[in-house]
């Protein structure tokens, strides 16, 4: 019997807008001033919240928070891409995205109290609450997008995730699933090097993570993280794509410069040298170097725009704690089943002694 290679691949590489403000004039995506200018609104806006969202934490006014800060453009330049009617299908960091498409600040704040009004999808658009456990949104995506498919709808559904989801077998049966039955999905995997501590290198000897999709039968390509004008570009032709049945693993090179949560500390498992490293990166500051450069954005426009942010954000806060004003703690206790059960009883008794105490 002959010996041949039966299968080959190739992952590609898009970057628009390097580390040296280098631009791909060719891969500069068709977009106005205005559009332009409210990409990197989104980001500052998402960056402003995740900044006094830690401060509110630090305080006590907040449960565990997990920042975005320095994913913003992974995640504002493919919802920019999104059509209305798209779906979004969020994992537990995705506020950059979820302000993106519309969902007000004072709602993530909301969900971060132990709320679940914020987790309410706003005004009927589609998004889907926040996803805790690791890895498993993609196969509620990939289920929403089959079932518009099966629908004859062009509606898609996009679904972030990190790259430690990607060690999860959750997120290669959906991506073996979408192939198999050409569902409307795009998968964004923010490759941001570390599952809470482990490094990338000790989650796979692969290449890239694009490549993943290989074995599932779709389409992988890989794009810079921080640069929000490729990672648009490269959204936008995933999501036409998966318009016509077509699905796509996008992997955003990235870096989270902050915490993992709030629960956590980076200094056990980074060197300083290495943020630095990144922090010369940050997506924010390329792209308003590139706004600058291009005479879109001067200090009068971005001193107002900072100023509306910081009002923004403002009142989220004070939205925030309004709405959370009425809450009572002790309806973990009483909510889980509908009848506590006599461990919850004991735990119940022994919380509201001590709250009384």
Not at 237 to 243: G, H, S, T, V
Request: proline share 4%; charged share 30%.
């Amino acid at each position: 019997m002959p010996r041949e290679d039966i299968a080959q691949f190739t992952i590609r590489s898009v970057q628009v807008l390097s580390e040296e403000e280098d631009v791909d004039e060719e891969l500069v995506p068709s977009l106005t001033d205005d559009q332009l200018l409210a990409l990197y609104e989104q980001m500052k806006r998402s960056r402003r919240l995740d900044e006094r969202a830690i401060a509110l934490q630090r305080r006590g006014e907040l449960g565990t928070y997990a920042p975005a800060i320095g994913q913003e453009a992974a995640q504002v330049g493919s919802a920019f891409a999104m059509a209305d009617g798209d779906w979004i299908v969020p994992s537990f960091r995705e506020q950059s995205a979820l302000l993106a498409r519309g969902t007000p600040p004072h709602k993530i704040l909301w969900y971060a109290m132990g709320m679940e009004e914020g987790a309410e999808i706003p005004g009927g658009e589609g998004a889907f609450p926040p996803s805790i456990p690791v890895g498993t949104q993609p196969l509620h995506a990939v289920g929403i997008g089959w079932g518009e498919a099966l629908q004859g709808r062009s509606t898609v559904a996009v679904t972030y995730f990190g790259d430690g989801a990607t060690s999860e077998g959750d997120v290669y049966e959906a991506l073996n699933i979408a192939g198999v039955y050409d569902a409307q999905t795009v998968f964004v995997c923010q490759n941001n090097r570390y599952a809470i501590s482990t490094r990338l290198q000790n989650q796979t000897a692969a290449e890239t993570l694009a490549q993943k999709a290989v074995a599932a039968g779709i389409e992988g390509i890989r794009v810079d993280g921080n640069d929000v004008l490729g990672v648009y570009r490269v959204a936008r032709d995933a999501i036409e794509k998966a318009r016509d049945g077509t699905p796509v693993l996008i992997e955003a090179m990235t870096y989270r410069r902050s915490m993992h949560t709030t629960s956590d500390d980076p200094s056990v498992y980074r060197e300083a040298d290495e943020e630095v490293e990144w922090e010369a990166r940050d997506p924010i500051v390329r792209f308003q170097v590139y706004l600058e450069d291009r005479g879109i954005l001067d200090e009068e426009t971005k001193s107002e725009l900072d100023d509306r942010i910081e009002s923004e954000i403002a009142e989220a806060i004070d939205r925030a704690r309004e709405g959370g004003g009425d809450i009572d703690p002790a309806d973990m206790f009483r909510y889980t089943y509908d009848e506590m059960t006599p461990e919850l009883e004991r735990q119940f008794e022994a919380f509201v002694g001590d709250v009384d105490g």
